[in-house]
């Protein structure tokens, strides 16, 4: 299996509160992602990076911020939690090989803001 | 606006007929097209990429084809068992920065 891992699996928070979840890969990688997952949409692109400090939104960025002070940690901050981004979180890595590269998803962070 | 559809949110078949599953997409021009798979509580996992210059593409039972004419990819798994049951996610990019989803076919494959 790929090395990335994400941080925490579970967690519970209150609306209003901020969150910030990690994605740690040892691979390396140039690109990592972050998608929330939700019945009925699939995996949706909030923002991705590619290199350090090198960052850019996706589809569904509002009420998101990230930052990528080194290669291998991508952080995702909820700035004030809103029970709208309850979801479950992936985090992906992709090298640079080119349009021909995999990704490599992290086990998923399940977020409940209460 | 751009959007990547997948044919249906759920599929059955039968053990041993031929899945097929559509992935269709508007106003992008993509660089590439992957497929993959996700069981309950996991996260995806790769199976077959396809590049803009290929028809097809083959692994063991699965059968990817791309056309940039009609902006589908039709994703095929001959034979198909109980275990191929899963979450069929189509993805695209239209450059190696940016990689967007499909929702996804949940298919069943009955004994």
């Known amino acids: 299996d790929a090395g990335i891992t994400q941080s925490p699996r579970h967690k519970v928070t209150e609306t209003g509160t901020p969150v910030t979840l990690r994605c740690h890969q040892t691979?390396?990688?140039?690109?990592m992602y972050w998608y929330r997952q939700d019945p009925g949409h699939g995996l949706r692109l909030i923002h991705y990076?590619?290199?350090?400090?090198?960052?850019d939104k996706g589809e569904v960025s509002d009420g998101y911020s990230v930052s990528r002070s080194k290669t291998e940690d991508f952080l995702l901050t909820l700035e004030s939690a809103t029970s709208s981004q309850t979801s479950v979180y992936f985090c992906?890595?992709?090298?640079?090989?080119?349009?021909?590269?995999?990704?490599?998803f992290g086990q998923g962070t399940r977020l409940t803001v209460v | 606006s751009q959007k990547i559809e997948q044919n249906s949110e759920a599929l059955n078949i039968q053990e041993g007929k031929t899945a097929t599953l559509t992935c269709n997409y508007t106003n992008y021009s993509p660089a590439y097209l992957q497929w993959y798979r996700q069981d309950p509580g996991r996260g995806p996992v790769f199976l077959l990429l396809i590049r803009e210059n290929e028809k097809e593409k083959r692994k063991e039972r699965l059968k990817v084809t791309f056309d940039t004419t009609l902006k589908q990819s039709l994703f095929h798994i001959t034979a198909s068992q109980p275990a191929d049951s899963a979450t069929y996610l189509c993805?695209?990019?239209?450059?190696?920065?940016?990689?967007?989803f499909g929702a996804g076919t949940r298919l069943t494959v009955k004994p």
């Open positions: 990076s590619y290199g350090v400090k090198d960052t």
């Open positions: 993805a695209l990019g239209e450059n190696n920065n940016d990689m967007r």
């Open positions: 691979e390396n990688h140039r690109y």
């Open positions: 992906a890595i992709r090298g640079a090989q080119g349009p021909n590269t995999e990704a490599f």
